[in-house]
């Protein structure tokens, strides 16, 4: 390793590892960025400094010249090289990393471990070329969207084609685009499930529009108290959190009430690969497809991370909400649409959802085996999904408890608009540890359950 | 192969590849949709189809309960199984694919085949599973923003860290939010470069913020006719559409003038990775930390289809800033970000805009070669960049000569925010066509001004 050269009247530092003209100029930056050249000191002349820094003395001049087109240095013939008036840059503040819970029970997430790594990497170098190259489309890439007419119409009887299909960078950005395109197409009333997923429901009162609290009880959303909304949010598989299907009845009267009224439904199918005890529930979308937007994400299936979701909408939704998505962020980024149609074309998707299937049918077995040993509390809904909603305990207490052992679930509270109607519970999701970290996760909530308890 | 089955009365073809139960449920919602089984129509007693198509008598009775409880079909005790009242799905109209241009000159795309599909792969094979499980941040994955903060010091002079650097899904999404933001902060005028780039110019419209036209010449922005603009949009490394750098001058007295109104400059550093002549302009905003907003992209470096940008901001702007963010679509995609830090920390991505400069820099040789032999044209800018302005020509009459010959290029009237100023022209991109297409499209585009000329 060679030495480093100085710059003894200036305390310049060269990087040896860097070209000689580089290593001037980023030395000359530092020291004007750092304050130790101050505003207005007269630089040696490029003789004596290329003398001193055993420089040629076009480096020096090259140097000069590229900091002065910069606006680091005020050249001016006759009266030499000023440092310009730079302010000085503050010491940066140090990142912080948040620590990860000790025990993952957030509700919705997917488990760690079971990401199909060698099929994305597969069907990655299958699309990465094209995905680089292709032309991308504001609605979503049409590979994407004719794989996904398909395998929605197959598993969850979704009746649309690929021009219907909108392609988004997840349910959070299709649920804010929606509001936004409901917005200009008059609506300002909606109804939203009461309790329900409420980042959402902030989107879409961000959006401008009012979000009427529909209860829920063990039938699903009690549509029949719909009255003058323009626009519905349901969860209909599956609902959220409660974890109860809309019951066939009320299927029957929502769709009735929209295509009386001319109401939009928005479907939020956000798990609705998940059921554990028989075939799913068909999408209600298929009812009545020009009165549903349906939506569904890659969120459950492999990871929130990656940020892909869909909606399939009435027809004439689909021109205005592309112009809204192009309006946003132009198009979903390619490579993950491209992969994503490869493996559902592959049946790699197929395969993956299945095993997940399983996987999370033995975690909800093994989490109620463990609530069991509490008489007190009730387990709510239908054995699907990732996650579980529990009742019958102080949930300000069971939170502190949790949080003080570093468990990291919900409660049900946050997810009413009154929070004073919440009869409390904890929504505690099943999926997200690895095997390995599962029983001891389910061993810290027993234990934080039964420390509540005594509270 | 087996036969199908088939349910004569009710013309059912069942798919001998699906399970019995999943394929007489699938062949009956079909029906239903089609509008073969009409609303009301009674369906046959369970024990009866079951004789008819062969199947067990409890697999037609769950397929019944299946359809019933997805609304397709009606069961009342004593009066027997009914096809609900369902609209028929109408036949979808074909799906469009748009036809590519048969020479790709348009500004400001990658070149095909340059992308580095090894590195990424294997990159990706680094970081997929992480990418997949690792707590996503608004304000965009800590490695990236790492990365960035030294790439940036480094390769453009950006004084920042990793807690003023904020990840989007591309600049357009950035000028989106930036707009939302700078409104909510009471900003109401910009001055915004003319011509300039006009997506962008109509996403901080769209923001609700007026955008007065900044004139440019030789030397980039005339920011002397700066007046009470709370921000202003610039490109100083290399003015779009013009291709000049901002005179060290005008660096100098924007800086002055944004410290001493409080204003905010957005440096939009777009191509700032491609100069052919000489070493690269550092960036403006180490200039004035405190007052810049620069920007920057993967889309020329790598694929504008992977939707990649970040912001360096003031320390005030950045908390603001990544709520927008989050509100919009929670966080960009974490793979691509952290694919994009790997490729960065291993110098791969130096390497790769190292050898995209050279390659760039002859296509714009080889392009200034064929335009020498129009001695009416001007060709504008400095040797950098993916694209170069032509101007000397009626641009109406090229433009429909090019289109005519299936090139795809800009005219720079469309750049202007009054077309009544704009002197006509044609941005030409020479990146984006492969090697061995170049030269053709080159041919292409002289015969086209040949042909305009005559016109």
Redesign the interface.
Known sequence: MRDSWSGSDLHLELDPARKR??AL??AL?TAI?DGRLTAGTLLPSTRALATELALSRGTVTAAYD?L?????L?IRPGSGTRV?D??Q?PA????V??E?PAHDLRPGRPA??T?P?RA??AA??RV??H??????DPQGQ?EL??ALAAHLGRTR?V?T????IVVT??Y??AV?LLAHVLRQNGVRTTAYEDPGHNAYRE?VQ?GGLTTTPLPVDARGAQVESLTTEKAVFLTPSHQYPLGV?LH?HR??AI?TWA?STGALIIEDDYDGEFRYDR?P??A?Q?????HVVYAGSISKT???????GWLALPHHLVSPFVQAKE??????????QLVLADLIASHAYDRHIRACRLRYSRRRRLLLDRLAAFSHLTVHGVPAGLSTLVTGMNEQQALAVCTTARIALRGLTELHQDPGTSPGGLLIGFAAPSDSAYPAALTALSNALTTGRLN
Chains 1, 2 share one sequence.
């Open positions: 003209r580089a100029e980023s930056r960025q590229q002065a087109e910069e606006g680091f005020t310009a730079i302010p840059t940066p503040p140090p990142a990393l948040t990860p760690a471990g990401f790594t994305w990497l990655t170098r990465l070329h995905a680089a190259h292709a032309t991308p049409l969207r004719t009887g009746r084609d690929p021009t219907r960078s997840g959070h950005q804010t989107a961000r299907p066939p299927r029957r769709r295509r075939q529930i068909g209600l298929a009812l009545a497809p020009d492999l990871s929130p991370n990656l940020r892909l309006e946003a962020d132009t198009h979903t980024e390619t490579l993950t």
